[in-house]
Protein backbone atom coordinates (compact mmCIF):
# COMPACT_ATOMS: atom_id res chain seq x y z
CA UNK A 1 0.00 0.00 0.00
CA UNK A 2 1.54 3.35 -1.08
CA UNK A 3 3.04 5.41 1.90
CA UNK A 4 0.90 8.30 3.31
CA UNK A 5 2.43 11.51 4.29
CA UNK A 6 0.67 12.20 7.81
CA UNK A 7 3.70 15.01 8.09
CA UNK A 8 2.99 17.35 5.21
CA UNK A 9 3.33 20.46 5.68
CA UNK A 10 1.40 23.37 3.29
CA UNK A 11 4.53 25.17 3.21
CA UNK A 12 7.34 22.68 2.72
CA UNK A 13 10.28 24.65 3.88
CA UNK A 14 8.06 25.05 6.98
CA UNK A 15 9.10 22.39 10.12
CA UNK A 16 8.17 19.14 10.08
CA UNK A 17 4.48 18.42 11.70
CA UNK A 18 4.58 16.15 14.43
CA UNK A 19 3.34 12.36 12.65
CA UNK A 20 0.30 10.97 13.68
CA UNK A 21 1.77 8.20 15.33
CA UNK A 22 -1.79 5.91 15.51
CA UNK A 23 -1.97 6.35 12.08
CA UNK A 24 1.49 4.86 12.05
CA UNK A 25 1.09 2.43 13.80
CA UNK A 26 -2.61 1.20 12.26
CA UNK A 27 -0.33 0.85 8.89
CA UNK A 28 2.25 -0.71 10.40
CA UNK A 29 -0.09 -3.42 11.87
CA UNK A 30 -1.88 -3.52 8.68
CA UNK A 31 1.34 -4.48 6.61
CA UNK A 32 2.62 -7.08 8.72
CA UNK A 33 -0.76 -8.53 9.30
CA UNK A 34 -0.47 -9.09 5.12
CA UNK A 35 2.56 -10.19 5.44
CA UNK A 36 1.69 -13.14 7.80
CA UNK A 37 -1.38 -13.74 6.02
CA UNK A 38 0.73 -14.81 2.76
CA UNK A 39 3.76 -16.48 4.73
CA UNK A 40 0.85 -17.81 6.28
CA UNK A 41 -0.22 -20.05 3.18
CA UNK A 42 3.38 -21.19 3.12
CA UNK A 43 4.05 -22.18 6.68
CA UNK A 44 0.85 -22.99 8.48
CA UNK A 45 -1.17 -23.72 5.80
CA UNK A 46 -3.55 -26.02 8.20
CA UNK A 47 -3.67 -23.12 10.58
CA UNK A 48 -4.33 -20.53 7.74
CA UNK A 49 -7.29 -22.89 6.90
CA UNK A 50 -9.13 -22.38 10.17
CA UNK A 51 -8.23 -19.01 10.55
CA UNK A 52 -10.12 -18.32 7.28
CA UNK A 53 -13.14 -20.23 8.59
CA UNK A 54 -13.74 -17.10 10.12
CA UNK A 55 -11.87 -14.02 9.18
CA UNK A 56 -9.39 -13.47 6.44
CA UNK A 57 -6.50 -11.61 7.66
CA UNK A 58 -5.22 -10.09 4.52
CA UNK A 59 -8.75 -8.45 3.60
CA UNK A 60 -8.68 -6.67 7.15
CA UNK A 61 -4.79 -5.07 6.62
CA UNK A 62 -6.00 -4.19 3.06
CA UNK A 63 -8.74 -2.43 4.19
CA UNK A 64 -6.98 -0.67 7.12
CA UNK A 65 -4.35 0.55 4.81
CA UNK A 66 -7.57 2.04 2.78
CA UNK A 67 -8.84 3.43 5.35
CA UNK A 68 -6.11 5.38 6.74
CA UNK A 69 -5.03 6.17 3.08
CA UNK A 70 -8.93 8.25 2.65
CA UNK A 71 -8.17 9.75 6.33
CA UNK A 72 -4.78 11.11 5.43
CA UNK A 73 -4.47 11.68 1.35
CA UNK A 74 -6.50 14.78 0.96
CA UNK A 75 -5.34 16.30 4.00
CA UNK A 76 -1.74 15.91 2.37
CA UNK A 77 -3.52 17.77 -0.70
CA UNK A 78 -4.39 20.12 1.27
CA UNK A 79 -1.47 21.07 3.35
CA UNK A 80 0.57 20.33 -0.08
CA UNK A 81 -0.96 23.97 -1.34
CA UNK A 82 -0.55 22.86 -5.01
CA UNK A 83 -1.42 19.82 -7.51
CA UNK A 84 1.87 19.93 -8.38
CA UNK A 85 3.55 19.71 -4.77
CA UNK A 86 1.16 16.88 -4.14
CA UNK A 87 2.38 14.92 -7.46
CA UNK A 88 6.08 15.25 -6.56
CA UNK A 89 5.30 13.94 -3.09
CA UNK A 90 3.29 11.17 -4.51
CA UNK A 91 5.85 9.97 -6.88
CA UNK A 92 9.02 10.16 -4.92
CA UNK A 93 7.34 8.45 -2.47
CA UNK A 94 5.42 5.80 -4.72
CA UNK A 95 7.75 4.63 -7.41
CA UNK A 96 11.36 4.09 -6.38
CA UNK A 97 10.86 1.49 -4.37
CA UNK A 98 7.71 0.31 -6.61
CA UNK A 99 10.69 -0.18 -9.06
CA UNK A 100 13.12 -1.48 -6.69
CA UNK A 101 10.48 -4.60 -6.31
CA UNK A 102 9.47 -4.87 -9.97
CA UNK A 103 13.17 -5.12 -11.26
CA UNK A 104 13.98 -8.05 -7.99
CA UNK A 105 10.96 -10.09 -9.29
CA UNK A 106 12.12 -9.10 -13.41
CA UNK A 107 15.77 -10.85 -12.46
CA UNK A 108 14.07 -13.97 -10.27
CA UNK A 109 12.00 -14.51 -13.75
CA UNK A 110 15.23 -13.74 -16.17
CA UNK A 111 17.47 -16.07 -13.68
CA UNK A 112 14.62 -18.54 -13.75
CA UNK A 113 13.96 -19.52 -10.54
CA UNK A 114 10.18 -17.59 -10.47
CA UNK A 115 8.24 -17.14 -13.16
CA UNK A 116 6.29 -13.85 -13.67
CA UNK A 117 3.05 -14.09 -12.26
CA UNK A 118 0.26 -15.62 -15.08
CA UNK A 119 3.26 -16.00 -17.38
CA UNK A 120 3.24 -11.83 -18.10
CA UNK A 121 6.26 -11.89 -20.61
CA UNK A 122 4.85 -14.45 -22.65
CA UNK A 123 1.35 -14.18 -22.78
CA UNK A 124 0.90 -9.74 -22.93
CA UNK A 125 2.69 -7.87 -24.86
CA UNK A 126 5.52 -5.97 -23.29
CA UNK A 127 4.31 -2.54 -23.95
CA UNK A 128 1.09 -3.36 -22.44
CA UNK A 129 2.67 -4.84 -19.68
CA UNK A 130 4.80 -2.21 -18.29
CA UNK A 131 2.51 0.34 -19.32
CA UNK A 132 -0.02 -0.60 -17.63
CA UNK A 133 2.24 -1.20 -14.18
CA UNK A 134 4.13 2.39 -14.42
CA UNK A 135 0.13 3.80 -13.94
CA UNK A 136 -0.15 1.80 -10.98
CA UNK A 137 -3.04 0.66 -12.54
CA UNK A 138 -2.53 -2.16 -13.50
CA UNK A 139 -5.38 -4.15 -11.91
CA UNK A 140 -7.74 -1.81 -13.70
CA UNK A 141 -5.88 -2.29 -16.97
CA UNK A 142 -6.90 -6.64 -17.65
CA UNK A 143 -2.99 -6.60 -16.96
CA UNK A 144 -1.59 -9.20 -14.39
CA UNK A 145 0.15 -7.70 -11.28
CA UNK A 146 3.65 -8.53 -11.32
CA UNK A 147 3.84 -9.08 -7.77
CA UNK A 148 0.37 -10.25 -5.78
CA UNK A 149 -0.30 -6.93 -4.06
CA UNK A 150 0.10 -4.21 -6.42
CA UNK A 151 -3.16 -4.62 -6.97
CA UNK A 152 -3.84 -2.14 -4.04
CA UNK A 153 -1.88 0.34 -5.75
CA UNK A 154 -4.27 0.87 -8.64
CA UNK A 155 -6.99 1.58 -6.08
CA UNK A 156 -4.72 4.27 -4.49
CA UNK A 157 -3.29 5.70 -7.65
CA UNK A 158 -7.52 5.77 -8.38
CA UNK A 159 -7.85 7.66 -5.43
CA UNK A 160 -5.45 10.41 -5.93
CA UNK A 161 -6.84 11.18 -9.19
CA UNK A 162 -10.46 11.49 -7.98
CA UNK A 163 -8.93 13.38 -4.90
CA UNK A 164 -7.51 16.18 -7.01
CA UNK A 165 -10.25 16.32 -9.71
CA UNK A 166 -12.94 16.50 -6.49
CA UNK A 167 -10.47 19.46 -5.22
CA UNK A 168 -10.27 21.43 -8.14
CA UNK A 169 -13.85 21.32 -8.87
CA UNK A 170 -14.50 22.18 -5.06
CA UNK A 171 -16.54 19.01 -4.09
CA UNK A 172 -14.63 17.32 -1.46
CA UNK A 173 -13.83 18.73 1.80
CA UNK A 174 -17.82 19.09 2.53
CA UNK A 175 -18.75 16.50 -0.07
CA UNK A 176 -16.70 13.51 0.89
CA UNK A 177 -19.41 11.82 3.15
CA UNK A 178 -21.92 12.31 0.51
CA UNK A 179 -19.47 10.67 -1.88
CA UNK A 180 -18.60 7.92 0.02
CA UNK A 181 -22.50 7.14 0.15
CA UNK A 182 -23.40 7.48 -3.47
CA UNK A 183 -20.12 5.25 -3.94
CA UNK A 184 -22.42 2.48 -1.34
CA UNK A 185 -25.46 3.01 -3.22
CA UNK A 186 -23.45 2.39 -6.78
CA UNK A 187 -22.06 -0.83 -5.38
CA UNK A 188 -25.40 -2.06 -4.45
CA UNK A 189 -26.91 -1.22 -7.50
CA UNK A 190 -25.61 -0.09 -11.10
CA UNK A 191 -22.46 -2.09 -10.42
CA UNK A 192 -24.22 -5.54 -10.13
CA UNK A 193 -25.40 -5.38 -13.75
CA UNK A 194 -21.44 -4.09 -14.92
CA UNK A 195 -19.35 -6.72 -16.59
CA UNK A 196 -16.03 -7.23 -15.52
CA UNK A 197 -13.03 -5.96 -17.87
CA UNK A 198 -15.27 -4.92 -20.27
CA UNK A 199 -13.03 -2.19 -22.28
CA UNK A 200 -9.97 -4.61 -22.55
CA UNK A 201 -12.27 -7.14 -23.91
CA UNK A 202 -13.86 -5.43 -26.41
CA UNK A 203 -10.89 -3.15 -27.64
CA UNK A 204 -8.24 -5.48 -27.08
CA UNK A 205 -5.60 -5.29 -23.45
CA UNK A 206 -3.00 -3.18 -25.12
CA UNK A 207 -4.64 -0.60 -26.89
CA UNK A 208 -6.54 0.04 -23.52
CA UNK A 209 -3.55 -0.24 -21.57
CA UNK A 210 -1.30 2.57 -23.52
CA UNK A 211 -4.67 4.52 -23.96
CA UNK A 212 -4.93 5.18 -20.34
CA UNK A 213 -0.85 4.90 -19.84
CA UNK A 214 -0.89 8.49 -22.17
CA UNK A 215 -4.15 10.22 -21.00
CA UNK A 216 -2.75 9.22 -17.40
CA UNK A 217 0.73 11.18 -18.43
CA UNK A 218 -1.44 13.92 -19.93
CA UNK A 219 -3.80 14.30 -17.13
CA UNK A 220 -1.40 14.69 -14.74
CA UNK A 221 1.37 16.80 -16.33
CA UNK A 222 -1.86 18.86 -17.26
CA UNK A 223 -2.72 19.37 -13.45
CA UNK A 224 0.74 20.22 -12.68
CA UNK A 225 0.73 23.65 -15.23
CA UNK A 226 0.14 26.96 -13.32
CA UNK A 227 -2.36 28.50 -15.80
CA UNK A 228 -5.62 27.87 -13.84
CA UNK A 229 -7.37 26.60 -16.74
CA UNK A 230 -5.29 23.85 -17.45
CA UNK A 231 -4.78 22.48 -14.28
CA UNK A 232 -8.38 22.48 -13.84
CA UNK A 233 -8.63 20.58 -17.28
CA UNK A 234 -5.69 18.26 -16.50
CA UNK A 235 -7.42 17.26 -12.83
CA UNK A 236 -10.85 16.79 -14.45
CA UNK A 237 -9.19 14.58 -17.12
CA UNK A 238 -7.45 12.27 -14.53
CA UNK A 239 -11.15 12.14 -12.77
CA UNK A 240 -12.51 10.91 -15.79
CA UNK A 241 -10.13 8.11 -16.25
CA UNK A 242 -10.32 6.76 -12.75
CA UNK A 243 -14.15 6.69 -13.21
CA UNK A 244 -14.06 4.88 -16.84
CA UNK A 245 -11.18 2.74 -15.42
CA UNK A 246 -13.30 1.62 -12.15
CA UNK A 247 -16.62 1.48 -14.15
CA UNK A 248 -15.59 -0.58 -17.36
CA UNK A 249 -12.77 -2.08 -17.20
CA UNK A 250 -12.10 -3.53 -13.11
CA UNK A 251 -10.20 -7.35 -13.00
CA UNK A 252 -12.43 -7.75 -9.24
CA UNK A 253 -16.36 -6.92 -9.84
CA UNK A 254 -17.44 -3.65 -9.97
CA UNK A 255 -19.14 -3.94 -6.68
CA UNK A 256 -15.82 -4.29 -4.55
CA UNK A 257 -14.02 -1.98 -6.82
CA UNK A 258 -16.56 1.24 -6.00
CA UNK A 259 -16.39 -0.73 -2.41
CA UNK A 260 -12.75 -0.05 -2.23
CA UNK A 261 -13.36 3.89 -3.03
CA UNK A 262 -15.93 3.87 -0.50
CA UNK A 263 -13.72 2.93 2.22
CA UNK A 264 -11.17 5.82 1.32
CA UNK A 265 -13.77 8.01 0.89
CA UNK A 266 -15.10 6.92 4.23
CA UNK A 267 -11.53 7.59 5.63
CA UNK A 268 -11.60 11.13 4.64
CA UNK A 269 -15.32 11.82 5.97
CA UNK A 270 -14.31 10.76 9.31
CA UNK A 271 -11.31 12.92 9.60
CA UNK A 272 -13.57 15.88 8.49
CA UNK A 273 -15.97 15.42 11.31
CA UNK A 274 -13.40 15.15 13.53
CA UNK A 275 -11.99 18.39 12.24
CA UNK A 276 -15.25 20.25 12.71
CA UNK A 277 -15.78 20.83 8.72
CA UNK A 278 -18.92 18.57 8.33
CA UNK A 279 -21.21 16.79 10.74
CA UNK A 280 -20.69 13.83 12.82
CA UNK A 281 -23.89 12.46 11.80
CA UNK A 282 -23.33 12.95 7.98
CA UNK A 283 -20.05 10.98 8.40
CA UNK A 284 -21.61 8.54 10.71
CA UNK A 285 -23.89 8.29 7.77
CA UNK A 286 -21.97 8.12 5.10
CA UNK A 287 -19.36 5.08 7.51
CA UNK A 288 -22.93 3.27 7.59
CA UNK A 289 -23.71 2.81 4.14
CA UNK A 290 -19.93 1.66 3.29
CA UNK A 291 -20.49 -1.03 5.84
CA UNK A 292 -23.81 -1.88 4.63
CA UNK A 293 -22.68 -1.78 1.44
CA UNK A 294 -19.51 -3.94 1.88
CA UNK A 295 -21.22 -6.77 3.88
CA UNK A 296 -24.17 -6.38 1.66
CA UNK A 297 -22.63 -6.97 -1.63
CA UNK A 298 -20.19 -9.49 -0.09
CA UNK A 299 -23.42 -11.58 0.66
CA UNK A 300 -25.08 -11.07 -2.24
CA UNK A 301 -21.60 -11.92 -4.45
CA UNK A 302 -19.59 -13.64 -3.20
CA UNK A 303 -18.96 -17.23 -4.32
CA UNK A 304 -16.51 -20.16 -4.34
CA UNK A 305 -13.61 -19.95 -6.52
CA UNK A 306 -11.42 -22.72 -5.55
CA UNK A 307 -12.05 -26.39 -4.08
CA UNK A 308 -12.49 -26.92 -0.11
CA UNK A 309 -14.32 -23.43 -0.24
CA UNK A 310 -18.45 -22.63 0.88
CA UNK A 311 -19.87 -19.88 0.37
CA UNK A 312 -21.54 -19.62 3.87
CA UNK A 313 -17.58 -19.58 5.19
CA UNK A 314 -16.03 -16.92 2.57
CA UNK A 315 -19.34 -14.46 3.24
CA UNK A 316 -19.02 -15.27 7.18
CA UNK A 317 -14.90 -14.66 7.17
CA UNK A 318 -15.78 -11.24 4.80
CA UNK A 319 -18.46 -9.69 7.40
CA UNK A 320 -16.43 -10.60 10.17
CA UNK A 321 -12.94 -8.93 8.50
CA UNK A 322 -15.34 -6.19 7.89
CA UNK A 323 -15.83 -5.86 11.44
CA UNK A 324 -12.57 -6.22 12.56
CA UNK A 325 -11.47 -3.60 10.57
CA UNK A 326 -13.88 -1.00 11.58
CA UNK A 327 -12.58 -1.49 15.34
CA UNK A 328 -9.26 -1.57 14.70
CA UNK A 329 -9.60 2.22 13.19
CA UNK A 330 -12.00 3.07 16.26
CA UNK A 331 -9.48 1.72 18.63
CA UNK A 332 -6.62 3.78 17.01
CA UNK A 333 -9.15 6.90 16.66
CA UNK A 334 -10.06 6.31 20.21
CA UNK A 335 -6.52 6.57 21.96
CA UNK A 336 -4.84 8.53 19.10
CA UNK A 337 -4.49 11.39 22.13
CA UNK A 338 -2.12 8.41 24.10
CA UNK A 339 1.05 7.36 23.82
CA UNK A 340 1.96 4.96 21.48
CA UNK A 341 4.85 2.35 22.12
CA UNK A 342 7.60 3.44 20.23
CA UNK A 343 7.72 0.24 17.88
CA UNK A 344 4.60 0.90 15.98
CA UNK A 345 5.19 4.15 14.49
CA UNK A 346 8.65 2.91 13.87
CA UNK A 347 6.89 0.01 11.86
CA UNK A 348 4.46 2.35 10.39
CA UNK A 349 7.84 4.06 8.64
CA UNK A 350 9.05 0.83 7.19
CA UNK A 351 5.03 -0.58 6.09
CA UNK A 352 4.93 0.51 2.49
CA UNK A 353 8.49 -1.31 2.49
CA UNK A 354 7.20 -4.30 3.84
CA UNK A 355 4.25 -4.63 2.18
CA UNK A 356 6.16 -4.65 -0.92
CA UNK A 357 8.82 -6.60 -0.21
CA UNK A 358 7.69 -9.47 1.60
CA UNK A 359 6.29 -11.42 -1.74
CA UNK A 360 10.14 -11.16 -2.69
CA UNK A 361 11.38 -12.65 0.80
CA UNK A 362 8.90 -15.23 0.46
CA UNK A 363 9.59 -16.07 -2.92
CA UNK A 364 13.48 -16.42 -2.20
CA UNK A 365 12.44 -18.22 1.01
CA UNK A 366 10.86 -21.13 -1.15
CA UNK A 367 13.44 -21.44 -3.47
CA UNK A 368 16.10 -21.48 -0.64
CA UNK A 369 14.51 -23.65 1.85
CA UNK A 370 11.37 -25.40 -0.26
CA UNK A 371 7.57 -25.26 0.65
CA UNK A 372 6.78 -27.77 3.70
CA UNK A 373 3.48 -29.88 3.43
CA UNK A 374 2.60 -29.05 6.88
CA UNK A 375 2.62 -26.57 9.28
CA UNK A 376 6.16 -25.44 10.03
CA UNK A 377 5.64 -22.23 12.45
CA UNK A 378 9.47 -22.14 12.98
CA UNK A 379 10.18 -21.04 9.58
CA UNK A 380 7.36 -18.59 9.55
CA UNK A 381 9.74 -16.61 12.73
CA UNK A 382 12.94 -16.34 10.42
CA UNK A 383 10.93 -14.99 7.51
CA UNK A 384 9.02 -12.33 9.30
CA UNK A 385 12.35 -11.65 10.65
CA UNK A 386 14.35 -11.12 7.09
CA UNK A 387 11.13 -8.81 5.53
CA UNK A 388 11.48 -6.47 8.86
CA UNK A 389 15.06 -6.37 7.86
CA UNK A 390 14.63 -6.13 4.30
CA UNK A 391 11.83 -3.68 4.54
CA UNK A 392 14.52 -1.66 6.62
CA UNK A 393 17.04 -1.71 4.34
CA UNK A 394 15.00 -0.68 1.41
CA UNK A 395 13.22 1.82 3.69
CA UNK A 396 16.67 3.48 4.35
CA UNK A 397 18.19 3.26 1.05
CA UNK A 398 15.65 3.47 -1.61
CA UNK A 399 12.71 4.95 -0.13
CA UNK A 400 13.76 7.84 2.35
CA UNK A 401 16.50 9.51 -0.06
CA UNK A 402 13.79 9.67 -2.64
CA UNK A 403 11.30 11.16 -0.23
CA UNK A 404 14.11 14.05 0.93
CA UNK A 405 14.94 13.93 -2.90
CA UNK A 406 10.96 15.01 -3.48
CA UNK A 407 10.93 17.62 -0.28
CA UNK A 408 13.80 19.14 -2.16
CA UNK A 409 11.97 19.49 -5.15
CA UNK A 410 8.71 20.55 -3.77
CA UNK A 411 10.23 23.22 -1.95
CA UNK A 412 11.94 24.73 -5.02
CA UNK A 413 7.87 25.03 -6.06
CA UNK A 414 6.60 28.32 -5.41
CA UNK A 415 3.03 28.80 -4.90
CA UNK A 416 0.81 28.67 -8.52
CA UNK A 417 -2.11 30.11 -9.74
CA UNK A 418 -2.76 25.82 -9.86
CA UNK A 419 -2.95 26.34 -5.92
CA UNK A 420 -5.96 24.53 -3.83
CA UNK A 421 -5.37 27.29 -1.59
CA UNK A 422 -8.61 29.35 -1.00
CA UNK A 423 -10.42 26.48 -3.91
CA UNK A 424 -11.73 24.37 -0.76
CA UNK A 425 -15.38 23.83 -0.86
Not at 53 to 76: E, K, M, N, T
Not at 135 to 153: E, G, I, K, R, Y
Not at 230 to 256: D, K
Amino acid sequence: MAPADPAAQADPAAPAAPRLEWLDALRGIAALVVAFHHGGSEYLPEFRHEILRFIDLGDCGVLLFFLVSGYIIPASLERAASVRRFWIGRVFRIYPLLLVVLAAMLLLDRAGVKPLRAGMLESYDASAAVAAHLTMMQDLLAVPNAVNVLWTLSYEMVFYLLVVALFALGRLDRHSATIATALSVGALTVAAVLPVAALSGRFGVTPVALTAAGIMALAIGLACASRPWLWRTGAALGGVLAAVLVLGNSRVPVWQGLGLLAVMFAGTAIRRAERGRISVRAAAVAVTAVAAALVGGGLWHIEVYAPGQTEEVLKRSWTIGIAVTGLAFAAGMALRNRRVPRWLPRLGLISYSVYLVHPVVLTIFNIALGRPSADTPLMLVPYLVAVLVVGTVTYRYAEAPCQRLGRCLARRQRARPGSLAGNRA
